[in-house]
């Protein structure tokens, strides 16, 4: 009988939770996929003219210009602001890792984002309001010492934008 008062105290004891239990919580969930972003200006490709520099006056300062851009992801919603992580793809220049490689051996191009720079292949992540995307700027800098020719030259690179 002892045995059977213990299975039988087990049982009640058990089904007492299962009694309290109530159906009055439903969740509604939505599942969204991340929107593609595109980033270009207006559209078209991103394009920087420098113009005619006195190689004698490329020092990571001078002839800095402001890259225009913009930020689109179709379907986000334009009323907060983003989280994103923002990833230079394109070849550091030997010489100095946080530039890009230009077509010229000793010169290269550093990109800036918001004033602080935007190291090749780093990802960055960065909250973006986006009426109001962050500066982006482009500066040429050179090999201390070098002799650069006075050629045209060219550099480019891919501004990968995703949502975090």
Same mark, same amino acid.
């Given at each position: 009988?002892?045995?059977?008062?213990?299975?039988?105290?087990?049982?009640?004891?058990?089904?007492?939770?299962?009694?309290?239990?109530?159906?009055?919580?439903?969740?509604?969930?939505? +599942?969204?996929?991340? !929107?593609?972003?595109?980033?270009?200006?207006?559209?078209?490709?991103?394009?920087?003219? $420098?113009?005619?520099?006195?190689?004698?006056?490329?020092?990571?300062?001078?002839?800095?210009?402001?890259? !225009?851009?913009?930020?689109?992801?179709?379907?986000?919603?334009?009323?907060?602001?983003?989280?994103?992580?923002?990833?230079?793809?394109?070849?550091?220049?030997?010489?100095? !890792?946080?530039?890009?490689?230009?077509?010229?051996?000793?010169?290269?191009?550093?990109?800036?984002?918001?004033?602080?720079?935007?190291?090749?292949?780093?990802?960055? $992540?960065?909250?973006?309001?986006?009426?109001?995307?962050? +500066? +982006?700027?482009?500066?040429?800098?050179?090999?201390?010492?070098?002799? +650069?020719?006075?050629?045209?030259?060219?550099?480019?690179?891919?501004?990968?934008?995703?949502?975090?």
């Amino acid at each position: 009988m002892n045995v059977l008062y213990r299975v039988l105290i087990a049982l009640s004891v058990a089904a007492v939770p299962l009694a309290c239990m109530a159906d009055n919580i439903e969740l509604s969930v939505t +599942l969204m996929a991340r !929107p593609v972003c595109t980033v270009s200006d207006k559209g078209a490709r991103m394009d920087v003219r $420098f113009g005619n520099l006195a190689i004698n006056r490329i020092d990571g300062e001078q002839y800095r210009k402001v890259i !225009p851009y913009q930020i689109n992801c179709p379907g986000a919603s334009t009323s907060t602001s983003w989280r994103m992580r923002l990833t230079l793809k394109g070849n550091p220049a030997g010489f100095e !890792p946080e530039a890009l490689q230009s077509s010229v051996p000793d010169l290269a191009i550093k990109v800036l984002l918001g004033g602080t720079e935007l190291i090749p292949e780093q990802p960055r $992540f960065v909250q973006i309001n986006p009426t109001a995307v962050p +500066l +982006l700027e482009a500066v040429p800098v050179k090999l201390t010492g070098s002799e +650069l020719p006075s050629i045209d030259f060219t550099a480019s690179a891919l501004l990968l934008a995703e949502f975090y």
